[in-house]
């Protein structure tokens, strides 16, 4: 089968597309990759072909120009994600008349798959592989990222549905507005619903990489929508340090492990969540915590390291969670799925991108604490983490949502969708009547 890959220009969004691109190219796919410059290395290292997209620096836009708050969050996605849709739609149309793939398979924030999904004429298939939380109107009516937990009574639905009203003229709207006003100029009609809503249901399979136990119940779920567990992640080829046999052997002795970690994007500032936890666990002799810097210099952290403290740029997730007990993070996706894969709990503080949903979902689900901040005090994050490190239901409930996970062979999941969708052949949009708006 030959596939076409497209994905925004970030780590977060290549990595889970080049995921699937591995499986495809294990089995003897034909697989062309297309997304920034930057990225081309990593991508024909994998052994996949390579061809550019520029988006002009949008997907890593960010604004200066605007103080924090609804309007520049605003105008920073329609930078990073709409403004050049237009450009990524004609350029998927080039590859697709190019190369012929039987399939095109998109990050979900590369929109250039709309404008295709929304016109008439034939196309290869389209699906889209989710890189956050699922994004659905809720059906409680909070709105979509303010990491509100499902409404409890009626009350609580009223208040979420006034607080929907304040979002959505503030950014739902006027991002759906802009995006509409891109397509018009395209000659297509506009969104069936809200952006987010529509990324889901629009595409003729929407890959969810979580499972039921860490989502909402959402009620009738779009047909294409499949959870498919935790995305294969190859191991990366990252030399471990020399203090990593402390890992096995303070466990060993009775102690507890503690990563914490900002990712590799909100990780501007440490005195957000890496510093104040390597201060908030100092004075434990039996706790080893282990930081990363997410690629940047150990030396950006300030002030001297604590006794139990141990700091690395890198690390190999995939061989380091299971050694740990406790994850303390600002809620990245990708790493909250791969600790609770593996049945680690942990203690959340983040409200920047999709992080504040991300949290709640931790919270609801019982697997750890979400702070619902992101700037946590030193007092707050210890006794959040020796809560989560002490008491027993967090761990039992993370393993529970571990065993989901391993029931389900996301390889397997992945191919039998992809396949089963090829084997329908060229489509035109689907009819609005598979679009559910609540």
């Given at each position: 089968?030959k596939?076409?890959?497209?994905?925004?220009?970030?780590?977060?969004?290549?990595?889970?597309?080049?995921?699937?691109?591995?499986?495809?190219?294990?089995?003897?796919?034909?697989?062309?990759?297309?997304?920034?410059?930057?990225?081309?290395?990593?991508?024909?290292?994998?052994?996949?072909?390579?061809?550019?997209?520029?988006?002009?620096?949008?997907?890593?836009?960010?604004?200066?120009?605007?103080?924090?708050?609804?309007?520049?969050?605003r105008?920073?996605?329609?930078?990073?994600?709409?403004?050049?849709?237009?450009?990524?739609?004609?350029?998927?149309?080039?590859?697709?008349?190019?190369?012929?793939?039987?399939?095109?398979?998109?990050?979900?924030?590369?929109?250039g798959?709309?404008?295709?999904?929304?016109?008439?004429?034939?196309?290869?298939?389209?699906?889209?592989?989710?890189v956050?939380f699922?994004?659905?109107?809720?059906?409680?009516h909070?709105?979509?990222?303010?990491?509100?937990?499902?409404?409890?009574?009626?009350?609580?639905?009223?208040?979420?549905?006034?607080?929907?009203?304040?979002?959505?003229?503030?950014?739902?709207?006027?991002v759906?507005?802009?995006?509409?006003?891109?397509?018009?100029?395209?000659?297509?009609?506009p969104?069936?619903?809200?952006?987010?809503?529509?990324?889901?249901?629009?595409?003729?399979?929407?890959?969810?990489?979580?499972?039921?136990?860490?989502?909402?119940?959402?009620g009738?779920?779009?047909?294409?929508?499949?959870?498919?567990?935790?995305?294969?992640?190859?191991?990366?080829?990252?030399?471990?340090?020399?203090w990593?046999?402390?890992?096995?052997?303070?466990?060993?002795?009775?102690?507890?492990?503690?990563l914490?970690?900002?990712?590799?994007?909100?990780?501007?500032?440490?005195?957000?969540?890496?510093?104040?936890?390597?201060?908030?666990?100092?004075?434990?002799?039996?706790?080893?915590?282990?930081?990363?810097?997410?690629?940047?210099?150990?030396?950006?952290?300030r002030?001297?390291?604590?006794?139990?403290?141990?700091?690395?740029?890198?690390?190999p997730?995939?061989?380091?969670?299971?050694?740990?007990?406790?994850?303390?993070?600002?809620?990245?996706?990708?790493?909250?799925?791969?600790?609770?894969?593996?049945?680690?709990?942990?203690?959340?503080?983040?409200?920047?991108?999709?992080?504040?949903?991300?949290?709640?979902?931790?919270?609801?689900?019982?697997?750890?604490?979400?702070?619902?901040t992101?700037?946590?005090?030193?007092?707050?994050?210890?006794?959040a983490?020796?809560?989560?490190?002490n008491?027993?239901?967090f761990?039992?409930?993370?393993?529970?949502?571990?065993?989901?996970?391993?029931?389900?062979?996301?390889?397997?999941?992945?191919?039998?969708?992809?396949?089963?969708?090829?084997?329908g052949?060229?489509?035109?949009p689907?009819?609005?009547?598979?679009?559910?708006?609540?």
């Open positions: 089968m596939v076409l890959i497209a994905a925004s220009a970030l780590t977060g969004h290549v990595n889970p597309l080049l995921a699937i691109g591995n499986l495809l190219r294990a089995r003897g796919d034909d697989v062309l990759f297309t997304t920034a410059e930057t990225f081309r290395t990593r991508i024909e290292a994998a052994g996949l072909r390579f061809v550019p997209c520029n988006d002009g620096g949008a997907a890593a836009y960010l604004d200066v120009s605007l103080p924090p708050g609804p309007e520049r969050w105008h920073e996605f329609e930078r990073r994600f709409i403004d050049g849709m237009p450009g990524q739609a004609a350029g998927l149309r080039r590859l697709i008349a190019d190369h012929r793939p039987d399939i095109v398979i998109a990050g979900s924030l590369f929109l798959v709309l404008p295709l999904l929304l016109d008439r004429q034939p196309r290869p298939p389209i699906a889209v592989l989710n956050s699922l994004f659905l109107d809720r059906p409680d909070a709105p979509v990222g303010a990491g509100l937990p499902p409404a409890g009574d009626e009350a609580e639905r009223m208040r979420y549905s006034a607080l929907k009203a304040g979002t959505d003229a503030a950014f739902v709207n006027p759906r507005a802009h995006t509409d006003g891109l397509l018009a100029g395209l000659g297509l009609p969104l069936p619903a809200s952006l987010p809503h529509s990324i889901v249901v629009l595409p003729d399979l929407f890959l969810q990489p979580t499972v039921p136990a860490f989502e909402y119940d959402f009738a779920l779009p047909s294409g929508l499949r959870f498919v567990g935790l995305l294969p992640n190859p191991h990366a080829d990252i030399p471990v340090p020399t990593w046999p402390e890992l096995d052997a303070w466990r060993e002795e009775g102690g507890h492990v503690v914490v970690t900002q990712g590799t994007l909100a990780n501007a500032d440490f005195g957000a969540l890496v510093e104040p936890t390597l201060t908030a666990l100092a004075d434990r002799d039996d706790l080893l915590v282990v930081a990363t810097t997410g690629g940047r210099p150990l030396d950006v952290l002030g001297p390291l604590p006794a139990n403290a141990r700091v690395a740029s890198f690390l997730f995939d061989l380091l969670l299971p050694k740990v007990d406790l994850l303390v993070t600002n809620g990245g996706y990708g790493s909250v799925s791969q600790a609770l894969a593996v049945g680690v709990p942990i203690v959340s503080a983040g409200r920047t991108e999709d992080k504040a949903e991300v949290g709640a979902r931790i919270g609801w689900s019982g697997v750890g604490i979400d702070l619902t992101d700037a946590p005090t030193v007092e707050t994050l210890r006794t983490a020796l809560r989560v490190l008491e027993p239901s761990r039992v409930r993370a393993g529970e949502v571990a065993e989901a996970f391993g029931s389900l062979d996301s390889g397997d999941e992945i191919l039998a969708a992809l396949d089963a969708l090829v084997k052949g060229a489509l035109v689907a009819s609005p009547k598979r679009v559910l708006c609540r």
